[in-house]
């Protein structure tokens, strides 16, 4: 999905491929484990193997919609100056590896959340707070249009909140819950919970 391009300020006199493959290989894995360290919601997402092209993706909603997805590409450009070659400024390199993590994260992680909103709102998980804060009724509201997977216990699997800086704010100043809004969660998570074992007794039916 990122490609980096190294260039050289220097052009030597001998190519010595193997080098430069290491090369590329070790500034490769190193951005792509800088990109994990800086956004922790891009290190939980599985990756796939490398291939030579990228196909367009379709998702077939319940309602009959398709969501497309067009593949993205991705460059970081890096500038070696023979003086850091020389004098082994590895300063140099990794702020150079820092900064093309932050290039391909800053076009990467918009088009992510564009097909989670495009996805979610085909499926009809979206919801929309038309500008309004975050509260307990959101919250509750979004939980009701998933389908929740519970464990051998019967505890459900919550889904993980993926929010922004000022959303996060907001959701971690909220009060304690008060008795009638953790009934209204309980009877929720029930409801799910007979639906997730009727879905489960008709899966083995057939």
Same mark, same amino acid.
């Given at each position: 999905?990122?490609?980096? $391009?190294?260039?050289?300020?220097?052009?030597? !006199?001998?190519?010595?491929?193997? +080098?430069? +493959?290491?090369?590329?290989?070790? &500034?490769?894995?190193?951005? =792509?484990?800088?990109?994990?360290?800086?956004? %922790?919601?891009?290190?939980?997402?599985?990756?796939?193997?490398? =291939?030579?092209?990228?196909?367009?993706?379709? @998702?077939?909603?319940?309602?009959?919609? $398709?969501?497309? @997805?067009?593949?993205?590409?991705?460059?970081?450009?890096? $500038? +070696?100056? +023979?003086?850091?070659?020389?004098?082994? @400024? /590895?300063?140099?390199?990794?702020?150079?590896?820092?900064?093309?993590?932050?290039?391909?994260?800053?076009?990467?992680?918009?088009? &992510?959340?564009?097909?989670?909103?495009?996805?979610?709102?085909?499926?009809? /998980?979206?919801?929309?707070?038309?500008?309004? *804060?975050?509260?307990? %009724?959101?919250? !509750?509201?979004?939980?009701?249009?998933? #389908?929740?997977?519970? #464990?051998?216990?019967?505890? *459900? %699997?919550? *889904?993980? !909140? $993926?929010?922004?800086?000022?959303?996060? @704010?907001?959701?971690?100043?909220?009060?304690?819950? /008060?008795? %009638?809004?953790?009934?209204?969660? #309980?009877? &929720?998570?029930?409801?799910?919970?007979?639906?997730?074992?009727?879905?489960?007794?008709?899966?083995? !039916?057939?």
């Amino acid at each position: 999905m990122e490609h980096i $391009v190294s260039q050289s300020q220097h052009s030597g !006199l001998f190519s010595l491929p193997e +080098y430069e +493959y290491a090369q590329s290989r070790f &500034v490769h894995d190193g951005v =792509a484990r800088l990109m994990e360290a800086k956004d %922790e919601f891009w290190a939980r997402i599985p990756k796939a193997e490398p =291939a030579e092209a990228v196909p367009i993706t379709q @998702n077939t909603m319940p309602s009959g919609e $398709v969501v497309q @997805n067009e593949p993205l590409s991705v460059a970081a450009q890096f $500038v +070696y100056k +023979y003086e850091d070659i020389r004098s082994c @400024n /590895t300063e140099e390199l990794a702020a150079q590896m820092d900064a093309a993590a932050d290039q391909i994260l800053s076009v990467l992680m918009p088009h &992510v959340f564009d097909i989670m909103g495009r996805t979610c709102k085909a499926a009809g /998980t979206a919801s929309d707070a038309g500008g309004k *804060p975050f509260s307990f %009724e959101m919250f !509750l509201d979004g939980i009701e249009k998933i #389908d929740l997977p519970f #464990d051998e216990k019967g505890n *459900p %699997e919550l *889904p993980t !909140l $993926v929010v922004g800086p000022e959303l996060g @704010n907001q959701i971690r100043a909220m009060p304690p819950w /008060t008795p %009638e809004q953790r009934k209204a969660f #309980d009877d &929720v998570i029930e409801r799910k919970r007979k639906e997730y074992n009727a879905r489960r007794r008709d899966r083995k !039916l057939r």
